[in-house]
């Protein structure tokens, strides 16, 4: 039943699947949960990218594709995390009283 499920094409049935999936997904969130999702996404890059860094201390000191591409993954990852801890920010401040100028 399920035969193009087996093979080299896989791999790629299982990331556009993926990909329909979480469009689905964040489609239907409602407003109110964005900015705890943020912040739970947030908390899993941080270890994600810890993750990605201690990768990176096991390759060869000589293997400069391997070192260059993750460095590029951590940058991204650093940059991924950063943004998403303005923008939680930024979404919150907009929900705070604001002071009465005198």
């Known amino acids: 039943m399920f035969e193009f499920l087996q093979g080299d094409l896989a791999p790629l049935y299982f990331i556009v699947?993926?990909?329909f999936l979480g469009i689905e997904i964040?489609?239907?969130v409602p407003a109110i949960l964005h900015t705890p999702l943020m912040s739970g996404a947030n908390a899993i890059h941080g270890v994600i990218l810890v993750g990605a860094i201690i990768v990176m201390n096991q390759v060869a000191s000589d293997d400069y594709v391997n070192?260059?591409?993750?460095?590029?993954?951590v940058f991204v990852?650093?940059?991924?995390i950063s943004g998403g801890f303005f923008v939680t920010g930024r979404i919150l401040?907009?929900?705070?009283?604001?002071?009465k100028k005198q």
């Open 67 to 73: 070192l260059i591409i993750g460095f590029l993954a």
């Open 93 to 99: 401040s907009m929900f705070s009283s604001k002071k």
């Open 17 to 19: 699947l993926c990909v």
């Open 26 to 28: 964040i489609a239907n």
């Open 77 to 80: 990852g650093t940059l991924n």
